[in-house]
């Protein structure tokens, strides 16, 4: 009797659970995403489906199917599956699961699979009692986390896992896992008449931000709270998704003219030096759901093309943010991100790297000169060639410095870059129009020199 008790409220558990969890793949056939370690071929999928997994731990964004691969492993496996959540755990937990996993292997020589959620919350301790037992084979890991188990899993632990990184779901991934739960007749809404606009789902996918089960829930709270019409159906409509996702839709589309539009005045703004132009364009486009990585790239490029030698730190500035975002990812990254925008936003500006591009239109416009004798390469050819003769080593002068030809016969007097007044170039347009005028005076007394010679051997011919 009490059989039937339990076999009922587990139906009524199983009927009323979240739509994300009803939803949640139970084979690997219906696993949305994660082509890059479960495709065709790969290590894990093999694994999984050959029942022969070893101590692994699942990494990434929530969201992203830890849990649930997981759970498709218990599943499939014929070994025991217990499961242990690091937030409510205790050693004591840890020692109960260790003491059952090996009575079941002495008695019944069944292996156990110990899966550990948010198995970066155990401390030091925790994790030390579960390593022998993972070393000897008493049972096989599946850890969960969304740290980065390198730097959070004691260094033991992960030398004895395989460790896979789950990814970011893609939009396509999540409109698939939407029109999944729309279209189920036994776990989703199949049996009812649900019509979602495309602008609302738009918006609950762009706002899940990768996460599976933060649109699932977006869409059970939309279809859920919306009554039906005279005809029976549920119509979700932008406003509704608003309201269900908390969330104002703003416009911008990754592939139109609102993505360009935004991204301009963004750049624009940087260069125009206006920091708060700046952060609230970069707000709607992360408030939107763009990649902070492109964002990123394009602070990047600026900080060479518009600030350049005006304050070469901008550089280093974005470079270290673009870095330092791969380590901490959202939402803390946002830190990263603004700290970028306003030191890029607030530096001198200089776009004298553009004087490369003059140089690269020479090359391609004129003929080519040849090099200077004394530039070239003097290990080869000196003694035959006298390659390199007359070369001045600038470190044996003053300064660092001697006039010397650098550019080819025809091009003396050419002049690509021309260091601007603000910031370090004020420093650079100081000492290169020092060193500028002494190379004009040295290039003088050659062209005299070389007339004077050429006179007198004139003379000498008559």
């Known amino acids: 009797m009490s059989d039937l008790f339990q076999e009922a409220a587990q139906r009524y558990r199983t009927s009323n659970a979240p739509l994300a969890d009803r939803m949640r793949p139970r084979t690997l056939h219906t696993f949305v995403g994660q082509q890059h370690i479960l495709g065709e071929g790969k290590l894990l999928r093999r694994a999984i489906e050959a029942d022969r997994i070893s101590s692994v731990i699942f990494f990434g964004p929530p969201g992203t199917g830890k849990t649930t691969l997981a759970r498709i492993i218990a599943n499939t496996t014929a070994s025991h599956f ?50 022998p037992h993972v070393e000897n084979g008493t049972v096989v890991l599946i850890g969960a986390t969304t740290e980065n188990p390198y730097f959070e899993v004691i260094k033991a632990l992960v030398s004895r896992s395989r ?25 989703g809404y199949g049996n009812q008449i649900v019509e979602i606009d495309t602008d609302a789902l738009d918006h609950m996918v762009s706002s899940a931000n990768g996460d599976a089960r933060s649109l699932l ?28 996702i908390q969330k104002r839709a703003v416009l911008y589309d990754k592939e139109g003219d609102a993505h360009y539009d935004t991204i301009s005045a963004f750049i624009k703004s940087l260069r125009g030096s206006d920091p708060d132009a700046a952060l609230y364009w970069m707000a709607r486009m992360v408030y939107a759901g763009e990649d902070p990585r492109f964002i990123l ?36 990254g946002r830190f990263l991100l603004a700290e970028c925008c306003l030191y890029l936003a607030t530096a001198p500006k200089s776009n004298t790297t553009l004087s490369f591009f ?88 050659k062209r005299v020199h070389k007339y004077t010679t050429s006179d007198r051997e004139e003379k000498d011919d008559t």
């Open 163 to 187: 460790i896979f990184e789950l990814k970011t779901l893609t939009e396509q991934d999540l409109y698939g896992i939407a029109a999944m739960a729309l279209r189920d007749k036994d776990r």
């Open 82 to 131: 217990s499961a242990l959540n690091a937030v409510l755990a205790g050693v004591k937990d840890i020692r109960e699961a260790i003491h059952q996993a090996k009575e079941r292997l002495t008695l019944h020589q069944q292996k156990t699979i110990l899966f550990v959620d948010e198995v970066h919350r155990f401390n030091k301790a925790q994790q030390d009692a579960l390593l």
């Open 297 to 332: 790239r394009r602070m990047l490029i600026f900080a060479a093309e518009d600030i350049g030698l005006a304050d070469p730190r901008a550089l280093q500035i974005a470079t270290a943010s673009a870095q330092g975002f791969e380590y901490v990812g959202m939402p803390e």
């Open 217 to 244: 829930n977006a869409l059970e709270l939309a279809v859920e709270t919306t009554p039906s019409d005279e005809h029976r159906v549920v119509r979700v409509t932008l406003e509704v998704a608003e309201d269900s």
């Open 358 to 445: 003059q140089a690269l239109h020479y090359v391609e416009k004129e003929q080519s000169g040849e090099v200077p004798n004394p530039l070239k390469d003097a290990n080869r050819d000196k003694e035959g060639l006298g390659h390199g003769d007359g070369y001045k080593y600038p470190h044996a002068f003053r300064d660092h410095y001697t006039p010397q030809q650098y550019l080819p016969d025809q091009m003396q007097g050419t002049y690509f870059y021309e260091p601007g007044t603000l910031g370090y170039e004020q420093e650079i347009t100081d000492r290169l129009s020092v060193q500028r005028l002494r190379d004009d005076e040295e290039n003088f007394k």
